[in-house]
């Protein structure tokens, strides 16, 4: 069994408003925008038809199974992300990348897994 809360993965609530994360999770894409990470909160755009028009959202949890991490993106692990029509969750994430700007402007990226 895989345990969770080592697993290597992103904390949304340590990103800044404006930060991007590309998200793969087969056969969906998605780019989720932070917009306040305290809550988890982003914009989501994604190939996935359930998500259409950008809606805003919050990254509630990553699960397997019965085991849960709040507010994290994780290798293997399925988002939950609420909205305000009801709750997602996607299938499981394979990679991710996160980028944004420096306080000076220029643009900064890394590949998480």
């Known amino acids: 069994m895989v345990d969770?809360?080592?697993a290597s993965g992103i904390d949304l609530r340590r990103l800044t408003a404006g930060t991007a994360i590309?998200?793969?999770a087969e056969p969906y894409l998605y780019e989720l925008t932070i917009t306040y990470r305290i809550r988890s909160?982003?914009?989501?755009?994604?190939?996935?038809?359930?998500?259409r028009g950008s809606?805003?959202?919050?990254?509630?949890?990553?699960r397997l199974?019965?085991?849960?991490?709040?507010?994290?993106i994780?290798?293997?692990l399925a988002m939950e992300i609420r909205f305000r029509n009801g709750n997602y969750v996607s299938p499981p994430v394979t990679s991710a990348s996160v980028r944004g700007l420096r306080d000076d402007g220029t643009a900064w990226s890394y590949e998480v897994f």
């Open 65 to 72: 199974n019965d085991s849960m991490r709040p507010c994290w």
């Open 41 to 51: 909160l982003v914009t989501v755009n994604s190939n996935d038809p359930a998500l």
């Open 74 to 76: 994780g290798r293997g």
């Open 22 to 24: 590309l998200v793969v």
């Open 4 to 6: 969770i809360s080592r």
């Open 55 to 62: 809606p805003q959202g919050q990254v509630i949890q990553s």
